[in-house]
């Protein structure tokens, strides 16, 4: 089907597409944010490995349409054939062999990598389909139960608010975390689904109400990071982020402490705030919305549970 | 030369320029054909000029263009229309055009059904338009409209905004199911002699596979929404959490109908692309019979994927590792075919008139967006950017980059076959690159926005995110002029555009042996199929036979 000299341009052809593709798929770190846990480098990992793969299939396919374009155009006139040629066998048992191994492969990486994630817990639906006999066995390697942590932090969300009590019953509207700790998120939703969702964590959760959904989290980069509402949860859904600080242990133990004690109260809710004075926008509609929910009393905690 | 209305009964013909007859009651498979890719374009165009809102009130991250209520309307109806109103709908159209012509059928088997599913599409869209003017407005929940976000409706007000979406979804959906129904039988039993199922053009196998999928899948959602319904206005508790429901199980409910809706919309396109590419590489079809069988393969597997749009949805790891699996099956046939395309393209005789260069940019297109779809298929990937700008920026890689790219090729190709008048060529490769250039700049720029943790459905944002949503909505307006040289020279050929041959561009398939437009009963008799599909090395197809008719 090819003469020599083309077996030779297409093994140079390949030769420069893995070159090039691994090459992007290196620069694909970049295009992330910050990793700000152990977990987010892994993902990093996978996406690059992910990108290298795409770019070699996307380059691969595109140039040789591009190479087509460039020397088999044909006059205006000429409505005679190409290559009357209708398959070839070998050549599709080929091409479908390849994408089939690739699959097999990014999906053999992306198990791996999911195992290796220690962000993602859904204790509740682990018991609801124990009671089956049946359940494979291998449905214990995918670990729906969070390692043990050591912290806790309750995680309350409604419309349009996040909330978070912490171990001395503090309850604040921005979330601190230990550094290099695993943390355990309780997370309960009010009315609708959101989503717990720090690009930087690359995790992400959505939390249904009337379920109890925990997660374990192990920051590793200090810093601050915002939490976004990742599931649309209705009028005032881009309201709906907190700040989130990562800090050493000492510094988080100290704001626990300094917190208690300072009782600030920055609790300025922009739902609340806008439902009751609308942006100036150019066009009104004035549709329905839901009230958002009263700011919760943050900030501050009770007396008598802290020691 | 114009026909006189009792000359063209006489000679078994459509009366030339007869318009009124796309207002009526035809039970003519051509006539509810262009009727329908009509109707739907001017959805198209309504459902453009919303995302064109969309994109301005994100130029900037503050919300200053529109209120919350009214951006979450928007990307409702949005989403909404170009689904259900204009790409679903359009493919339905295009097909009932087509399909009779390329088996050899004189009509579709049931030519009275096809005329009440299409004459019920006019009103369940009007009727989804109306909820604009309602009060509390259009449905604010998103095309998903999940629930309980979807239940949450001004109190004591039965007629809202949710509630029409609902409806009008109802009634489309029925359309399709009688649609479906009709195109199944329609390829079942109505194919001419000879016209074995190996000898099927690849467009018939890929409406045939995506109409199999409506009648599976879609019962899912006209269930779905129907209990939706009920929650909504009836005081039912099926997906209350605060009562005995579960939100979760809408959400299996919808994304079983709406992943398979994915390739309902995508394997026609797939089709057109694989009747345009061979025809202007003058080369057969590379692997027929694998890209046919890849056609029914995807079909196939894409019942079994549509937890891939849950994995952050209180879905347990079991369930994310098991349609991690299945989605990325999806790679092997669609890969299949994106091989089998560059084959017929390779070592080729390229004539690159505007249905080979929007076939030629969608499957180019396609290759990206398919990328992007292992990646998302990949859980842990997945999980970071789920609900974010990289989903919004994959799929429209697929439905506009991809589908309404190789529609458009569609429309080109076979627009002197339907109005026997050639369009304006220079005005088509303006169109091409009004619309490949912007799309990539609109499209692309949400992919960065993604993968930097930009959500979807947001009215503002953080201003880190500023600068590639600036590019992004330049591109889309750019998009949205380019519509503008598309619908003059539409128009203008239709109404003056030089006349047509019956076989403008030497391709092969039964609808290029009849006359352009083909009359009442598309053939004078019924074909006999002998050859393959594909025919392109063939000498009847090679030369020039027709030369005197062609300018």
Known sequence: ?307 | MTHDLSEAIANNREPENNWREYFSFSTDHKVIGVQYMVMTFIFFLLGGLLAMIIRAELLTPEANLVDRPLYNGLFTMHGTIMIFLWIIPFNAGLSNYLVPLMIGARDMAFPLLNAISFWILPPAGLLLLSSFLLPNGTAQAGWWSYPPVSLQVPAGQLINGQFIWIVSLVLIGISSIMGAVNFVTTIFWMRSPGMTFFRMPVFVWSVFSAQLLQLINLPSLTGALILLLLDLSFGTQFFKPEGSGDPIIYQHLFWFYSHPAVYIMALPAFGIIAEVLPAFARNPLFGYRSVAIATLGIAGISIFVWVHHMFTSATPGWMRMTFMATSMLVAIPTGVKAFAWTATIWRSKLHLETPMLFAMGGAAMFIFGGVTGVMLAATPFDIHVNNTYFVVGHFHYIVFNTITMAIFAGIYFWFPKITGRMYAEGWGKLHFWLTFIPANITFFSMHPLGLQGMLRRISSYDPQYQGWNVIASLGSFLLGASTLPFIANIVGSWLYGAKAVDNPWHATGLEWTTSSPPPRDNFEEIPIVKRPPYDYGDPKYSFVENSDDDE
């Open chain 1, 1 to 307: 089907m090819f003469s020599f000299w083309e077996y030779v341009l297409i093994a140079f052809y390949v030769a420069g597409l893995l070159i090039v593709s691994r090459w992007i798929g290196q620069q694909a770190f970049s295009w992330m944010p910050p990793q700000a846990t152990a977990e987010a480098q892994r993902v990093d990992d996978l996406f690059s490995f992910l990108v290298s793969i795409g770019a070699f299939i996307l380059l691969g396919l595109v140039g040789v349409m591009v190479y087509a374009i460039a020397f088999h155009r044909a006059p205006p006139e000429d409505y005679t054939e190409g290559h009357p040629s209708r398959g070839n066998g070998k050549l599709e048992i080929l091409w479908t062999a390849t994408p089939t191994l690739l699959v097999i492969w990014i999906a053999f990486q992306s198990f791996n990598i999911y195992q290796q994630l220690n962000i993602l817990g859904l204790n509740q639906i682990v018991h609801l389909h124990a009671p089956l006999e049946s359940a494979p066995a291998y449905a214990a390697n995918v670990s729906d139960i969070p390692k043990p942590a050591s912290e806790t932090i309750d995680v309350f969300v409604r419309q349009w608010d996040w909330s978070f009590r912490y171990s001395n019953n503090l309850t604040t509207k921005e979330l601190h975390l230990p550094l290099n700790r695993s943390t355990r998120l309780k997370m309960q939703a009010e009315k609708v689904i959101h989503g717990f969702y720090i690009p930087e964590f690359r995790l992400k959760q959505d939390i249904v109400p009337g379920r109890n959904i925990d997660i374990v989290i192990t920051p590793i980069r200090s810093g601050k990071y915002r939490l976004k509402d990742s599931q649309f949860s209705g009028t005032y859904f881009a309201l709906m982020e907190a700040d989130v600080y990562v800090e050493s242990l000492d510094k988080y133990n100290q704001w626990l402490a300094q917190t208690v004690s300072s009782e600030t109260t920055n609790t300025k809710n922009q739902a609340v705030a806008e439902n009751i004075q609308p942006p100036k926008t150019l066009f009104k509609s004035g549709w329905y919305t839901v009230a958002p929910a009263q700011p919760a009393v943050a900030n501050q905690r009770k007396i008598d549970n802290d020691t």
